[in-house]
């Protein structure tokens, strides 16, 4: 009885249509096979405009790993009459540019021969280049010189922001390449020229300097982060087959390899008009600018082959993965399981799930860090991406307790799902926030470009305004069936992190080595406050209480006494310097 | 010419109705644009002084089922005692997460969740604030809800405690990324270690937190007097204001003023500052001292480093050190402003161990140059436009409207230049190059910078062989090296012995 009057205030509750509120999306397709969506707005006179390349790092091959990636940053270094003042002697020197190139990867491959041999250890070091490539380099530069003399530096961005343009940016993912930008709405006109000049005759100059931009940008999101190198190494441990395996950004072996020719191919075959979707969102007619945007991208021929799909799939997962880092992290679990793409008749199911999880009163929250106690915070993700998908649970174990029974803990609130059904009042509550959801992603202009950008980019558009409703549709048992399904133990991958001792990092150096998890946050807070400690004569104490106690201490006890003991007496030594 | 000559003049030249098969042309400065006026709202028309205290912007939006209420507090970390650093964070947080004197916790986190309602609270370094946002159907339990975390919060001993636990295990973590490590000794080096917004949590500061220090914290300064409020959405405004004045009515306990922002800053004698970390990219900031918002020589000064380094991509630091050289992903600089205080004028970047030297000597040469010589017209030009014609996006939301006047409210910016939004176009158009030339003089010294820099030493040191710039010559040539600090404590740690 009571059960039914909280589902019946739960309904109740829910005055509001709960998915009436679609995205009025205008739909065009261009005869060259762009697709163009198009949506109104007159809140504020901008236009947010961007287009998606359908192409990511999962097109891509082991030896160009990165290339879509490096696309993205090429697409900003102009066209022959923007960024140079010559445009003939600008396209010489690029060919120059080139032959010296090939000369210089040759000698790489003899480098890279010396490195299989053990001659060298690291071919990446300035000391490590040959007395050739060093001469080749010095000719590179020459030319680099006489280039740069003829640059009209980063004029694709100055044209823009002169112009009162704002945000502009791209980004790369596996599935998709994606361009934006908002400008005022009275210059469309110069968002068509702009974005369809360089889709038309875009001109890669500066390759190299921004190849060794992009490596800077892999060090820092990647290897100087305290996790990145093991996610990307778990990632790859994750995907077997699937080119998910590799990272965006790209190996480190492959950015440096990559020759313009297969730059060049690699753009006809996916940057041609039918792999690509432009956006407008903003202050515009429809009519106007759909006309607008067929005189400039109309131009642009269509490509000779259509581009291919991605073939490979991932092989069936038939065993538990485990993968054990030691990171300057705290201790803390990532936990993985192949799922399903985008669009799947799952995956809405698999939304629902990641919410019942999610939050302040989700699953793992309340389960492990309110009742239990066993973490400080949790998390977890579906990602259905375009051509395969994952489900991610992770947390961040509380100080003292083990990884092993946080993830036992987390295996059992997940388990629950996959046996019980979800109690209507809470399911209800994951899909009001669904609902409301689809009223504040239309608060901004730029938020809807960006939202269509990335929908087209993995199962298509119109899934923005199809989701909603078969959320809502979702009932308790597709819950429990697809946690059963999907999040069984041969289907996922466990990443467990603890922290790696070094200079100031939080505890676990070699004496706290022989403390048990529960005593070492212990250890380190009487060590923190015996370090501040500035009486003496009050360490004393604490030692000849310690000496008192010894005697009837339990051997488990013993190790921690005596990192104490150790704390203590280092402690003395410094207020009380010998003389 | 005369006006009359001009508008035939472009009668001529732009044709009344664009042909469609017209040519297109080879350079963008061909196209011509429709004219585009635009006027920024006013804030005399969405201000509401209310009877029960607080200054309200009330900004009606039908277009979609939601409202958002802001309330900006007057408060802020700069009060934590020393070595009670953290109360104002913890008091901010548990304002609305450690439940209300009618509800624990926990149910007023079910019902927000059911209601699909976010309610959020935070104080930082110095205002507080307090967001609720939820469907227009909601309302009015929303604003109860409020009300009730405003004026009667719980502060739960478990949700105390439970956040003491977050908090400490987020400092054991303060040295793991380099960024966190830079971040402290830019506040230390740029203030002086003594500076209110140069402290830092430490695990003895937290562990001190009492109930009574929230709940004291809270008496004091959470009140409609201390209070500045934005609502934007779905409402009447006739119907809105009524609900404001109840919300903040007969508030049970009266608060106090706080005391002025301290603005006492000393930055450090210049020099290079190094902390050793074994990562292989240096993390570098170069600070000068810089001004605040409200100085008359603001506005050039952010025209002048929108040149400099703050214009992405069309800035010269950007053009050098990434596009040119490959040195770096981002690379920019900026003019901090700060409304109580001077924050630093901070260039900085990260780059691979090898080439820190190399990029930090192009930057400070960026610095002296600018200051050295006239920018171009061009370089003038562009950074004008920008402003001026992105300066809608300012206003792009109604949200954006209620919570930009409600912060100048509360700022003082509204009281001291009632006008700023409508002249600030008019103002930026009249800064010339020499004022440019002027201002980078006045505050860009290169010889008085303090450089931070967070990497790996030995590799650092050692420089590039291409390059010849060594870290050592920078900036008055005294190189000293900061010790790594231990996360928790901020207790200086031993330093590993240089390697040959």
Known sequence: ?579 | MKPLALAVLLAISLPATRPIAAEIPDRPEKLRFPKLAYDPPNPADYRVPLKSGPIAYVVPDRTLPLVTVTVLVRTGAYLDPRGREGIADFAGHLLVRGGTQSRKAEELEERLAFLAAGLSSAVGEESGTVTLNLLSKDLPEGLALLREVLSAPRFQADKLELYRQQTLQSLQQRNDDSSSIHAREVESLAYGTDFWAARQLTGSSIASIAVEDLRAFHRKWFHPANFTVAVSGDFDRGAIVPKLEALFADWPFAGEKPPAIPTDTRMAQPGVYLVNKDVNQGRVSVLLPGLKRDDPDYLAVRVMNDILGGGGFTSRIMNRVRSDEGLAYGASSQFGGGTSFARPFAAGFETKSRTVAYASRIVLDEIQRIAAAPVTDEELNTTKRSLVDSFPDTFSTKGRVAGQFANDEFTGRFEKDPAFWQKLRGRVEAIDKDEVQRVARKYLHPERAVIVVVGQRDEILKGHPDHPAKLGELSGGKVTELPLRDPVTLEPLPSDPPKR
């Open chain 1, 1 to 579: 009885m009571k059960c039914l009057l909280i589902a019946v205030a739960a309904v109740a509750t829910l005055g509001f249509p709960a998915f009436a509120q679609k995205i009025p999306v205008v739909e065009k397709q261009l005869p060259n096979g762009f697709r163009l969506l198009l949506v109104e707005r007159h809140e504020e006179p901008r236009i947010a405009g961007g287009w998606v390349a359908h192409v990511g790092s999962a097109n891509e091959r082991p030896g160009i790993t990165g290339m879509a990636h490096l696309f993205e940053h090429m697409m900003f270094k102009g066209t022959p009459t923007l960024g140079t003042k010559d445009a003939k002697r600008d396209l010489e020197i690029i060919d120059e540019q080139e032959r010296v190139r090939d000369q210089m990867r040759a000698e790489e491959t003899l480098m890279r021969a010396a490195l299989r041999r053990g001659d060298v250890e690291d071919i990446t070091r300035p000391e490590a280049r040959t007395p050739r490539y060093k001469a080749l380099e010095e000719q590179f530069k020459k030319l680099v010189d006489e280039q740069r003399a003829l640059l009209v530096k980063n004029e694709f961005d100055r044209v823009y922001t002169t112009a009162g343009a704002s945000k502009m940016n791209a980004f790369t993912t596996e599935d998709m390449t994606g361009y934006f930008i908002e400008v005022p709405s009275n210059k469309l006109e110069l968002w068509c020229w702009m974005e369809s000049e360089r889709l038309l005759h875009p001109v890669f100059r500066e390759f190299y300097a921004e190849r060794d931009v992009v490596f800077e940008e892999r060090r820092m999101r990647t290897e100087s982060t305290p996790t990145g190198r093991f996610q990307e190494q778990f990632n790859a441990m994750f995907w077997d087959a699937h080119p998910y395996n590799w990272p965006v950004l790209g190996w480190p072996s492959d950015i440096p390899a990559i020759t313009k020719k297969q730059a060049d191919d690699f753009y006809a075959l996916y940057y041609q008009p039918q792999n690509i979707t432009l956006v407008l969102v903003g202050d515009f007619k429809p009519d106007d600018a759909e006309a607008m945007v067929a005189r400039y991208f109309g131009r642009i021929p269509k490509g000779n082959q259509p581009p291919p799909e991605v073939l490979t799939q991932e092989i069936p997962s038939y065993a538990e993965k485990r993968y054990n880092a030691e990171a300057e992290t705290n201790p803390q679990l990532d936990i993985v399981w192949h799922a399903v793409a985008a669009g799947h008749r799952d995956s809405y199911a698999l939304e629902v799930l990641e919410q019942l999880l999610n939050g302040r009163t989700g699953r793992l929250y309340k389960g492990l860090v309110l009742g239990r106690q066993l973490a400080t915070d949790a998390g977890a993700g579906n990602q259905s991406r375009k051509w395969a998908g994952m489900f991610e649970v992770s947390a961040e174990a509380k100080d003292g307790v083990s990884l092993d029974d946080l993830e036992r803990a987390l295996h059992e609130e997940l388990d629950r799902l996959a046996r019980e059904p979800v109690p209507a009042e809470e399911l209800q509550k994951v899909k009001n926030n669904f609902a409301a959801a689809e009223y504040r992603r239309l608060t901004s202009t730029f938020g809807i470009l960006y939202r269509l950008i990335h929908a087209e980019g993995v199962a298509g558009w119109r899934e923005i305004n199809e989701a909603g409703p078969r959320i809502q549709a979702v009932a308790p048992e597709d819950v429990r069936r697809v946690a059963a399904k999907y999040l069984s133990k041969e289907n996922r991958a466990v990443a467990r992190y603890t922290r790696k001792a070094g200079p100031g990092t939080a505890g676990d150096d070699d004496e706290l080595a022989g403390l048990s998890p529960e005593q070492k946050p212990i250890a380190r807070q009487i060590s923190s406050s015996v370090k501040q400690e500035k009486d003496a004569a009050q360490l004393r104490q604490m030692l000849a209480q310690m000496q008192a106690k010894a005697a009837q201490g339990d051997p488990k006890r013993q190790q921690l006494a005596k990192f104490i003991k150790g704390v203590v007496e280092r402690r003395l030594a410094e207020l009380e310097p010998k003389k």
